[in-house]
């Protein structure tokens, strides 16, 4: 009579090695679809109003105070959006594809506080939109590559514009600002929002 062996053992833990590499290739290979486009719609809405405000308080002092507000609600918009969106078509926030797209934005976003931290403390913060604009716009470009189509395409928009308001220092920074944060994230907000689920 034959006796069992250990090879059932060996081919079983093989195969589970197997299916974890598999599984964690294709999460690292995966799409970022949790973008929210209603969020975007909401975070451009509220740079508007934020716009418009940094405008009339500009002769106050307050205009820097005005956008630092607006960056932390649209922080907060644009993160509870994707987790709705992601807990919405099951798919983790934090799994592959979401850890990547956080990992590819974050250094731009980073180099964005300390340039607007330097910037304001030399007295030059009519650069800041366009470093904002540019910087953002590079954060959503590199990350997007792992998103759907309209994501990186915003944030080639985002570049342009922050581009133009550095090589153009005397067009209306909160003008900029509004077509950037506003606009674009309004319009490429309703596209996702309508073609990809929301």
Known sequence: ??????????LHAHAMDNLRYIRGTMERAGS?????????????????????????LARTGHWMTVWTVECML??????TAAAMKARRMNSP???GP???????FSPAIFAGVVLTLVFHEAALSWFLPGIWLLLYGTAVLSAGWGSVRAVPLMGLC????????????????????????GGL????????????GG
């Open 32 to 56: 970022f679809t949790a973008v929210p486009g209603l969020g975007g719609v909401l975070m451009g809405s509220s740079a508007l109003v934020a716009a418009w405000l940094a405008t009339s």
């Open 1 to 10: 009579m034959a006796v069992p062996g250990s090879k059932p053992v060996e």
């Open 93 to 95: 926030l934090l799994n």
């Open 98 to 104: 979401g850890r990547k797209f956080i990992a590819v």
């Open 185 to 196: 994230h309004i319009v490429f907000g309703t596209v996702i929002a309508v073609k990809h």
């Open 158 to 181: 985002f570049m342009i514009i922050g581009t133009v308001a550095l090589a153009m220092p005397d067009l209306p920074g909160d003008v900029l600002l509004a077509a950037g944060f």
């Open 74 to 79: 649209g922080v907060v918009i644009g993160t």
